[in-house]
C-alpha cells in the first residue's frame, strides 16, 4: 500500500461523537481522516441537552467558550402529574462537579457547526464528505492463513458521491461513530441486545415570540393516556415531545387543532391556523425510541462509539453525553498504543469501563420511561405513585441526580475498595474549580494539560515522583492554586494525600492519608508500560 494510503485513524462519520474524537486525538498529536457520507452539516434538531461532564469535554477540544454563547443553562427536571402538578423536581446546579452548569440546553446543528470549525484549524485533522464506506475489514494475520491480526492494518473501502468506483484505505485503527445503522457494527460480528423498551414519539421543535409558560427547565408529563416531555432550548426555540396514538396525525387537515391542543399548558394559541403567527414549527419527526447495547464494543483494532454502540430513550437526556463519554475514554488509551507502544491490552479497558455504565444510563431511561411516562398496564398509576413518594425523601432527587455519572467499575486502571483508605476516590472524576495560576484565573484542567497528572497535598515522597516521571505527569500541589481549598477539602473527604489523574481526569491511584506511596502501580503499570518513553513518542 502507498503511505497516503494508510492512515494512523480513520473515522466513520461526522457527527459530534466523530468529530470531537477526531479533536481529543489531535490534541495529543495523533492525525486521523473522518469519512462522512453527508456534504454538510444536518440542518435540523436532533440532541438538546448535555451535561457538565460533556461541557468539560468541549473544553478539552477548545470549543467550551463558543458553546457557552450558545448553551442555555437549565434549572433541573420535574415530573409531574396529568394535571401538571409537580410530583418530584430535580435540580441541577449553575456549577457542577466538573466546573459548569450541570444541565445545558442546545440546538445540535449549531454544536456540530463548532466541532467542524474546530476540526478545520487543527492540522492533525482531516474530513472527507461526501463519501460512504461501503466496508470495513480486519487484516489476516501476518505470513499465515489465519485469523484475523488484532494490530494489523485495516482496510476501509468507500465510494465518494457520484461515483460507482470503490477505493481503500488502510488504518492503524478504525472508529464507528456510524449511528444506529452502523456499519461497523456489522464488520465486528456486534448484534444488538435488546433492554427491553419500544415505543414511537412524535418530537415537535418550535420557534416562537409568544409568551410560554415554562419554569426553564425540563418536564415530563407522567400520565398514562398523553405522556409527555417539554423543555425550553434557547431563547425562542421550545421542544415538545408526545407520544400518540397510530391515528393522531399532526399533518392533515384537524393538524393545527390537534397540536393547539397538545401545547395548550404551555402557550396559547389562535384557533385558526392562519393566526398563528408568530409560533413557527420548526420540525416535526416521528421517532421510535430503543435500549440497545451493542454485544461486543471492539475487535482487533476496529472500535464502536456512540449509537453505533448504544441506544439511549431520551428520558434523562444522556445520548450524545455517552457518545461523547466514549470519545473521551478511548482517544487517550488509543494514543498511548499508536504513539507509544503501550499493550493492546490497554485498550480492552475501552468497552471494560464504558460498557457498565452506558448499560446503567439506559436502564435508568428505561425506568424513566416506564415508571412515569410509559407503560400502560395495571401497576403503572402505582409506579408514579410509588416514585413520587420516594422522591419526597430528603436526599433521593440528589441522589438521583449523581447517579447519571456513578464512579467506574473495578478494573485494570481502577482498583475500587471503598472500604480501605484513600480508595473511594478511584474511578471518579477529579472535580474542576476555577484556580489562580501565573496570575490567571482558570479552570483547573488548563492547568493540568493532556497527559496524567499527581495532585497532592503534601509534599512528593521518591515512589511519588517516580511515578509521575515515568508517566510523564505534572505535579501539582493544591495549596498552590487559590482555589479556597475546593481540591484539598475533596482529597481530605477520599481520605488522600495525593491522587493520580488519567488524561480523561479519573482518579487512577491514590496515596491514603499517612502512607506515602500510591497502592495500586503494580495493578496499571502493565498496561502503561510503553516501548517508547513520553518524550520520545512518535507522532502518528
Not at 482531516?126 to 489465519?146: F, I, M, N, P, Y
Not at 428520558?315 to 507502544?341: E, I, P, S
Not at 469501563?353 to 428505561?366: C, L, S, T
Not at 416506564?370 to 419526597?392: I, K, L, N
Request: charged fraction near 25%.
Amino acid at each position: 500500500m502507498s503511505a497516503a494510503s494508510r492512515r494512523p485513524v480513520v473515522i466513520i462519520g461526522a457527527g459530534p461523537v466523530g468529530v470531537t474524537a477526531a479533536l481529543l486525538l489531535a490534541r495529543h498529536g495523533v492525525h486521523s481522516l473522518i469519512l462522512e457520507r453527508h456534504r454538510d452539516v444536518y440542518p435540523l434538531p436532533r440532541a438538546v441537552v448535555v451535561d457538565d461532564e460533556i461541557r468539560r469535554i468541549l473544553q478539552s477540544v477548545g470549543v467550551h467558550e463558543e458553546f457557552a454563547a450558545l448553551a442555555r443553562p437549565a434549572r433541573g427536571l420535574r415530573l409531574l402529574d396529568s394535571r401538571h402538578h409537580v410530583i418530584a423536581e430535580f435540580a441541577r446546579s449553575p456549577q457542577g462537579h466538573h466546573g459548569f452548569p450541570q444541565t445545558s440546553m442546545f440546538d445540535q446543528p449549531e454544536l456540530e457547526r463548532l466541532l467542524r470549525d474546530a476540526l478545520a484549524r487543527r492540522p492533525e485533522c482531516e474530513l472527507w464528505s461526501g463519501v460512504e464506506v461501503v466496508s470495513v475489514t480486519q487484516s489476516v494475520a501476518r505470513d499465515t492463513d489465519g485469523p484475523n491480526d488484532p494490530t494489523g492494518p485495516v482496510r476501509v473501502t468507500f465510494r465518494r458521491d457520484g461515483s460507482d468506483e470503490e477505493e481503500h484505505l488502510w488504518a492503524d485503527a478504525v472508529l464507528g461513530c456510524d449511528g444506529a445503522g452502523s456499519l461497523t457494527r456489522d464488520a465486528i460480528g456486534a448484534v444488538w441486545e435488546d433492554l427491553r423498551f419500544e415505543e414511537s414519539w412524535r418530537a415537535i421543535d418550535v420557534r416562537t415570540s409568544r409568551p410560554v409558560r415554562t419554569w426553564e427547565g425540563a418536564e415530563q408529563i407522567c400520565s398514562p393516556t398523553r405522556p409527555a416531555t417539554f423543555m425550553r432550548v434557547g431563547e425562542d426555540r421550545y421542544r415538545w415531545e408526545f407520544r400518540l396514538a397510530d391515528d393522531q396525525d399532526l399533518d392533515g387537515p384537524d393538524g393545527w387543532e390537534r397540536l393547539r391542543e397538545l401545547v395548550a399548558p404551555w402557550v396559547d394559541l389562535p384557533s385558526d391556523a392562519s393566526q398563528g403567527t408568530g409560533f413557527e414549527v420548526i420540525r416535526q419527526a416521528q421517532y421510535t425510541f430503543r435500549a440497545r447495547l451493542a454485544d461486543r464494543w471492539r475487535r482487533g483494532r476496529v472500535f464502536l462509539l456512540g449509537d453505533a454502540a448504544h441506544l439511549t430513550p431520551p428520558f434523562v437526556g444522556q445520548g450524545l453525553c455517552a457518545g461523547l463519554r466514549d470519545a473521551n475514554n478511548l482517544t487517550w488509551k488509543l494514543t498511548r498504543v499508536l504513539q507509544q507502544g503501550a499493550p493492546e491490552g490497554l485498550l480492552d479497558t475501552y468497552e471494560r469501563e464504558r460498557k457498565p455504565h452506558a448499560r446503567h444510563v439506559i436502564r435508568m431511561a428505561v425506568a424513566v420511561g416506564w415508571a412515569m411516562t410509559g407503560g400502560q398496564d395495571r401497576g403503572a398509576a402505582f409506579r408514579r405513585a410509588v416514585v413520587g413518594t420516594a422522591c419526597r425523601v430528603p436526599g433521593v432527587t440528589a441522589a438521583v441526580s449523581r447517579d447519571l455519572s456513578p464512579a467506574l467499575t473495578a478494573g485494570p486502571l481502577v482498583r475500587r475498595r471503598p472500604r480501605l483508605t484513600g480508595r473511594v476516590l478511584a474511578g471518579t472524576f477529579c472535580p474542576q474549580p476555577w484556580v489562580r495560576y501565573d496570575g490567571r484565573r482558570v479552570r483547573l484542567d488548563d492547568v493540568l494539560g493532556d497527559s496524567f497528572a499527581v495532585l497532592t497535598a503534601v509534599p512528593t515522597t521518591a515512589q511519588m515522583t517516580a511515578v509521575a516521571t515515568a508517566l510523564g505527569a505534572p505535579t501539582i500541589r493544591v495549596d498552590d492554586l487559590g482555589d479556597d481549598g475546593a481540591l484539598a477539602g475533596w482529597l481530605a473527604r477520599g481520605r488522600a494525600d495525593a491522587v493520580l489523574l488519567r488524561p480523561d481526569r479519573v482518579v487512577m491511584d491514590t496515596v491514603p492519608a499517612g502512607t506515602g506511596d500510591f497502592t495500586d502501580t503494580v495493578a496499571w503499570a502493565p498496561l502503561l508500560h510503553t516501548a517508547r518513553r513520553t518524550a520520545d513518542a512518535r507522532p502518528v
